[in-house]
Structure formats: C-alpha cells, structure tokens
T-cell receptor, first 108, second 115 residues
Framework: DAKTTQPNSMESNEEEPVHLPCNHSTISGTDYIHWYRQLPSQGPEYVIHGLTSNVNNRMASLAIAEDRKSSTLILHRATLRDAAVYYCILKGNTPLVFGKGTRLSVIA | GAGVSQTPSNKVTEKGKYVELRCDPISGHTALYWYRQSLGQGPEFLIYFQGTGAADDSGLPNDRFFAVRPEGSVSTLKIQRTERGDSAVYLC?????????????FGPGTRLTVL
C-alpha cells in the first residue's frame, strides 16, 4: 500500500487558517489523494479528495504539488468544531488505509 | 437522507462468547467496508463487499472473524470465541462503488468490550 507521512499533531488559533501537510513520495499515477477527519467519539468523515489539480469545497481546499509527492489540506478559518484527527490517504481501487493522522487542536 | 447506521452502539460481552455486529449502509451503495479501531490508532481495514460477495477479506485477523452481506445491503460482522484483544470500536462504511474516486461514508461505530 502507498504510504503517507503526516505530523503527529498541530495547533491553531480559532479563526486562523490551518495548513495540514502530507508527504506521499511513493504515490502511483492512479492514486487519488483523500482526506478524512475524525471528531472525538465519531466515525471518520470525508473532507476532500483530488488527483492532480487543486480542489475546493465548502469544508476545505486541497493543494497538490506538481509532482504529486505531497499535498496540503487547508482550512481557511479554523473553528473549535474543526478539532479532530485528520487523515491523508492514497486510494486506488482498494479500501482506505489509515495511518495515525494529524491531531489538530484549535485554541479559542 | 439516512446515513450509515450500526447496531448496537455498545456491546459488552464475556471472553469466549459469540457476538454479531450489524451495519445498515446507505441505500444504493454497492460497496460496504468493515474497519476496527483500537484506542489511539487509525481505523484498520478488515473486509469489504462489492454487492453480496466479499471482494477482499485480507484484513480479517483470524478465522474467528466472519462477515456476511446476503442480500447486498445489510451486513453482519460475526466474532466467535471473543478474546479481550478483540475490544475495539468496529466501524462500518459504504460507498456508491469501490473505485479510487469513491467517497466512503462511515457509521458511528460499535464499541465492543470483551471482559
């Protein structure tokens, strides 16, 4: 399985932008980059995904490096409700393979 | 619309007992996944179904674990002769298909405690 590397934890002030990095140097040409997050005591929740181009949706933006070996999830204005573990996952025609993710803390 | 539901939300059992965990996927989703999550870890894949058949069961830890999806909708994860190490949150997810582009929708999980 293609692997990703994320920082264990990050901290942000409320209403500030947050950039969550992910390295995936062994990505294959057909792998999509997916981001999920898991709030306390809940199942994971889809955030965003992309293949080559940057993507925006109502929750976040995904910036993908030109060589696709890294990506960054951008939360434009962090709120207390964004405190969660964020997982960066490479996905082909296979189930999701979760790492330990990045635990994001948001300070009021 | 209704999301993925799982029952029971909590299950406490004794070592050696048999348990069944149920998952109701989103209507129309052909792919269904089971994951297990231990404290402080990310979810770990167990098995996934495409329709009624198990497309990949490589994550099942041993033959005490079994899952079925007889009509291509509801799925049941069955654990025989439970052990204390089986204690975890068992998560179910479904998706429209099983491709790289497909989003998985997760249920709230069943917390299994084996005493």
């Amino acid at each position: 399985d293609a692997k990703t590397t994320q920082p264990n934890s990050m901290e942000s002030n409320e209403e500030e932008p947050v950039h969550l990095p992910c390295n995936h140097s062994t990505i294959s040409g057909t792998d999509y980059i997916h981001w999920y997050r898991q709030l306390p005591s809940q199942g994971p929740e889809y955030v965003i995904h992309g293949l080559t181009s940057n993507v925006n949706n109502r929750m976040a933006s995904l910036a993908i490096a030109e060589d696709r070996k890294s990506s960054t999830l951008i939360l434009h204005r962090a709120t207390l409700r964004d405190a969660a573990v964020y997982y960066c996952i490479l996905k082909g025609n296979t189930p999701l393979v979760f790492g330990k993710g990045t635990r994001l803390s948001v300070i009021a | 619309g209704a999301g993925v539901s799982q029952t029971p939300s909590n299950k406490v059992t004794e070592k050696g007992k048999y348990v069944e965990l149920r998952c109701d996927p989103i209507s129309g989703h052909t792919a269904l996944y089971w994951y297990r999550q231990s404290l402080g870890q990310g979810p770990e894949f167990l098995i996934y179904f495409q329709g009624t058949g198990a497309a990949d069961d490589s994550g099942l830890p041993n033959d005490r674990f079994f899952a079925v999806r007889p009509e291509g909708s509801v799925s049941t994860l069955k654990i025989q002769r439970t052990e204390r190490g089986d204690s975890a949150v068992y998560l179910c997810a479904s998706s429209l298909r099983a491709g790289g582009i497909d989003t998985q929708y997760f249920g709230p999980g069943t917390r299994l405690t084996v005493l």
